[in-house]
């Protein structure tokens, strides 16, 4: 009997939730119906992703649709001239390469392997520096090689702290100078070496990443740690001079670019987006900068770190990153000259 009751109470359970349902529904139809229709607003209808300075004034004639043309401009260029030396990771201090003389019939002479290549988790970020009649090469595996210019190999060093195993870190970049190499490691480490040999000569610990070249000029090494600090260093004993904080940043690209130095300044890029100069001997920080910008709707866009290396060029410095700024800043004063909305990943 107890059975037969509970069925019918679930029934008429039941039977009242249907009831609710359809009320319900009944109800939302009644009030849609008395609902007003929704107004279209007029005017000019834009990209949610238009930059705000391409947006159209309703009451403006309409713009002619205009496609950029290719154009042949004059150009005035020093003569060219080779260059027997490439001691940095563009060339020189400034990252400024005056008219490389190139031949005209170019053939493949020789190659070589230098160790470990690019993987899902490794690559290489080190371009290759020559001194001497030497190439160096750093993988990805924080292994440096020495060639000569024949393609045989000289000499080869494995810069894995004892402490860390193979593998472990990936990243880092080259710069030389007269018979030293100085190595930047992702174990957070500038090394240097000696260039004939591979012999190490002292380590400066940097507490971060340095995936980025040295720059040197004048017995200090520049470096860029991926924590966003910049550092200069005795050439001679790897002692730290002075070190320059920059803004933090949560992201930054692998890799990273170098410091360009003058006579009187160095430059240094950071992960943030920010340019910073200061005097080269003292330390002392003179100006700085954000080369910032946006590329809507691309996901490395938040990426705000300096993808272009600085260029210093006469008394003007140039600059870019991937998510969308070429500027061109006074070197004395960091004063902007122009801004061109367009990416760059090198000089």
């Known amino acids: ?17 249907w009831n609710r349902i359809i009320a319900g529904t009944v109800l939302v139809a009644l009030l ?6 929704e107004e279209r607003l007029p005017g000019v209808r834009l990209d949610l992703r238009a930059p705000l300075d391409q947006a159209a ?25 080779a260059n027997s030396e490439w001691t940095h990771r563009n060339g020189t201090a400034e990252h400024r390469i005056v008219h490389p003389a190139l031949g005209r019939n170019l053939s493949h002479l020789w190659n070589a392997a230098i160790g470990a290549g690019d993987s899902r988790k490794y690559r290489i970020t080190a371009d290759p520096v020559v001194s ?14 020495a060639h000569s210019t024949g393609g045989a190999k000289i000499w080869e060093r ?8 193979s593998g472990e870190a990936s990243g880092g970049g080259l710069a030389v100078d007269g018979n030293r190499l100085y190595v930047t490691t992702g174990y957070g480490a500038l090394v240097a070496l000696d260039a004939a040999t591979g ?15 040295p720059t040197v000029r004048a017995g200090i090494v520049y470096v860029t740690s991926r924590d966003s600090s910049a550092w200069a260093i005795d050439a001679k004993n790897g002692r730290v001079k002075w070190e320059l904080p920059g803004a933090p940043t949560t992201s930054v690209v692998v890799g990273g670019t170098a410091p360009a130095v003058s006579d009187k300044f160095a430059i240094f890029p950071f992960g943030s987006g920010e340019l910073v100069a200061a005097f080269r001997k003292g330390g002392v920080r003179t100006w700085a900068s ?14 705000t770190d ?23 800043l006074d070197l004395g004063s960091g004063e902007r000259i122009w801004t061109a909305n367009e990416g760059a990943f090198s000089p």
């Not at 309703?58 to 401009?73: I, M, S």
């Not at 001497?132 to 090689?145: E, I, K, P, Q």
């Not at 494995?158 to 195993?165: A, G, H």
């Not at 954000?290 to 990426?303: L, T």
């Open 199 to 213: 012999a190490e000569i002292w380590v400066q610990k940097l507490g971060a990443a340095a995936t980025g070249s």
């Open 290 to 303: 954000f080369v910032s910008g946006k590329r809507r709707g691309r996901a490395y866009a938040d990426i």
């Open 132 to 145: 001497a009649g030497r190439v160096f090469t750093l993988d990805s595996h924080a292994t440096v090689m």
């Open 306 to 328: 300096i993808t272009g290396d600085p260029v210093i060029s006469g008394n003007v410095v140039y600059a870019g990153s991937h998510s969308g700024r070429v500027v061109a």
């Open 32 to 37: 849609a119906g008395c609902a007003k229709k």
């Open 1 to 17: 009997m107890a059975y037969e009751m509970n069925s019918r109470q679930q029934a008429v359970n039941r039977a009242r939730q």
């Open 57 to 81: 004034d309703e009451n403006a004639p309409a713009a002619k649709q205009t496609t950029d043309q290719n154009r042949a401009l004059p150009i005035k260029l020093p003569a060219a001239r």
């Open 158 to 165: 494995d810069l894995t702290p004892p402490s860390d195993r």
